[in-house]
């Protein structure tokens, strides 16, 4: 029980290092990415029309943290050589922005922003978007590069990747040069767009691959030297993160939790020494808190439903069948205020659910009269749903 605030903390000397929006002093271990980055970026520095790029890799692999370092990179030489051309980045996240119309409206209002004038509000069509955007570009008298982030959340309307990329040959802009950056989870992303919109983009691309445990024990150690106080961590510590992220999935940012969330077990526990055993501690409270944040973005009958089955298992009453769920998902529904969808939206929401992961399905026959059913269960921690739904 505590009664008072620390003065100090038994492992960590500062926790930010350990956070998503962190932005490290050096990017380790990408030096090949970043020098082909370089490679296709430079033609902006001489005034030319710049590259289109897509940055492809799975998640945690480094791509934000890269294009940010290497776009602020450009833009700084720029400003440095003062040979007239000036380098301007401006990004959104296409997974907040689905389609090309939200897309061109994010990014004149973060330019809007940037130059402290007032967000445009609703009621434009895509043209007059686009409009406003060229306007933007216009004004900086320079290159503006356009980072989409999550580009694969445009699917079909990609209609911004084929009118970015020709605003000058249309004499929409006649001062400034647009390139586009485009970053992607998706490797087959470029199959699925439009034969018009290939033409126009002509990108370059970058694979970023996913770090191997050598790698990611280079960026663990940089953190804990900035983050963590000396001499905390057990030899092991640092390669058994290192090793179990390479084997789920290359990711740094997997990585990172697993030793921030290893070094937050022991300090909580009052320790000033970090061991193996915290790690293993660590990949539960990980793995917790993605299948939370997986359950966050589920749809809110996608929430019920889940929970009626959380509510069916802690009764022992799975595995069930539709006609037994349903009751149970409609008192749910209701109780949250809304309307219970039909049978058939419900088997959809449980197949999708059961594609996530966070549902089994169950083939069960019953005997020879009794013809085929399906069954549902539960396949993830009860507890997690109940804690996500009264959040
Ligand atoms: N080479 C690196 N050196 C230092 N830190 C890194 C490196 N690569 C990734 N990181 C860190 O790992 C985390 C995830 O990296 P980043 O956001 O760049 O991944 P991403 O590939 O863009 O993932 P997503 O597709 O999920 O957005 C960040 O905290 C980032 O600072």
Same mark, same amino acid.
Do not use: W
């Given at each position: 029980m505590?009664?008072? $605030?620390r003065?100090e903390?038994?492992?960590?000397?500062n926790?930010d290092? $350990?956070?998503?929006?962190?932005d &490290?002093?050096?990017?380790?271990? !990408?030096?090949?990415?970043i020098s082909?980055y370089?490679?296709?970026?430079?033609d902006?520095?001489?005034g030319e029309? &710049?590259?289109?790029?897509?940055v492809?890799?799975?998640?945690?692999?480094?791509?934000t943290?890269?294009t940010d370092?290497v776009?602020q990179m450009l833009s700084?030489?720029a400003e440095?050589?003062d040979?007239?051309?000036?380098? /301007?980045v401006?990004?959104?996240n296409?997974?907040h /922005?689905t389609s090309?119309?939200?897309a #061109?409206?994010?990014?004149?209002n973060a330019?809007r922003r940037?130059t402290d004038?007032?967000e *445009?509000g609703?009621?434009?069509? $895509?043209a007059?978007?686009? @409009?406003?955007?060229? #306007?933007?570009?216009e004004q900086r008298e320079g290159?503006?590069?356009? *980072?989409?982030?999550e580009?694969?959340?445009?699917?079909? @309307?990609?209609?911004?990747?084929?009118e970015? =990329?020709?605003?000058s040959a249309?004499?929409?802009?006649?001062?400034?040069?647009?390139?586009v950056?485009g970053i992607?989870?998706?490797?087959?992303y470029?199959?699925?767009?439009?034969s018009?919109?290939?033409d126009t983009l002509?990108?370059d691309?970058?694979?970023f691959p =996913?770090?191997? #445990?050598?790698e990611l024990?280079t960026?663990?150690?940089d953190r804990?030297?900035?983050?963590?106080k000396?001499?905390?961590?057990d030899g092991?510590?640092? &390669?058994k993160c290192a090793? *179990?992220s390479? %084997?789920?999935s290359g990711?740094?940012?997997?990585?990172i @939790?697993?030793l921030r969330?290893?070094g937050?077990v022991?300090?909580?526990?009052?320790r000033?020494a970090?061991?193996?055993t915290?790690?293993?501690e660590?990949?539960?409270?990980?793995?917790?808190?993605?299948?939370k944040?997986?359950?966050?973005?589920?749809t809110a009958?996608?929430k019920?439903?889940?929970l009626s089955?959380?509510?069916?298992y802690g %009764?022992q009453?799975t595995p069930?069948r539709?006609?037994e769920?349903l =009751? *149970?998902?409609e008192?749910v529904a209701?109780?949250a205020?809304?309307? =219970?969808?039909?049978?058939?939206?419900? !088997?959809?929401?449980l197949a999708?659910?059961t594609m996530?992961?966070f549902?089994?399905?169950?083939r069960t026959?019953?005997?020879?009269a009794g013809?085929?059913?399906y069954?549902y269960?539960?396949?993830?921690d009860a507890e997690?749903? $109940?804690?996500?739904?009264?959040?």
């Amino acid at each position: 029980m505590r009664t008072t $605030f620390r003065t100090e903390r038994n492992v960590f000397t500062n926790k930010d290092v $350990f956070k998503e929006g962190y932005d &490290p002093d050096e990017i380790l271990e !990408r030096d090949e990415e970043i020098s082909e980055y370089i490679g296709y970026l430079e033609d902006a520095l001489f005034g030319e029309t &710049p590259k289109n790029i897509i940055v492809y890799g799975n998640t945690g692999v480094g791509k934000t943290v890269v294009t940010d370092h290497v776009t602020q990179m450009l833009s700084s030489e720029a400003e440095r050589r003062d040979e007239g051309v000036d380098i /301007h980045v401006v990004k959104v996240n296409c997974g907040h /922005h689905t389609s090309s119309y939200q897309a #061109a409206v994010a990014l004149v209002n973060a330019m809007r922003r940037d130059t402290d004038r007032e967000e *445009i509000g609703k009621g434009y069509g $895509f043209a007059d978007a686009m @409009d406003m955007l060229y #306007a933007e570009v216009e004004q900086r008298e320079g290159t503006v590069y356009v *980072i989409l982030d999550e580009i694969d959340f445009l699917g079909d @309307d990609d209609q911004i990747l084929y009118e970015l =990329p020709r605003a000058s040959a249309n004499g929409y802009v006649e001062r400034s040069h647009v390139g586009v950056i485009g970053i992607s989870n998706d490797y087959t992303y470029r199959d699925n767009l439009s034969s018009k919109v290939k033409d126009t983009l002509q990108e370059d691309e970058i694979k970023f691959p =996913p770090y191997d #445990a050598a790698e990611l024990r280079t960026i663990l150690e940089d953190r804990a030297e900035k983050g963590m106080k000396e001499d905390v961590l057990d030899g092991a510590v640092i &390669p058994k993160c290192a090793a *179990i992220s390479a %084997r789920d999935s290359g990711s740094a940012r997997q990585a990172i @939790d697993l030793l921030r969330e290893a070094g937050n077990v022991a300090d909580a526990d009052g320790r000033d020494a970090v061991g193996e055993t915290d790690v293993d501690e660590a990949v539960t409270r990980v793995e917790r808190g993605r299948l939370k944040d997986g359950i966050r973005d589920l749809t809110a009958h996608g929430k019920h439903i889940l929970l009626s089955l959380a509510r069916a298992y802690g %009764r022992q009453e799975t595995p069930l069948r539709l006609k037994e769920l349903l =009751p *149970i998902y409609e008192r749910v529904a209701r109780g949250a205020g809304s309307d =219970p969808l039909g049978e058939h939206r419900v !088997r959809d929401h449980l197949a999708d659910l059961t594609m996530l992961g966070f549902v089994e399905q169950r083939r069960t026959n019953k005997g020879r009269a009794g013809g085929q059913f399906y069954q549902y269960d539960l396949s993830v921690d009860a507890e997690a749903v $109940f804690e996500v739904v009264s959040e």
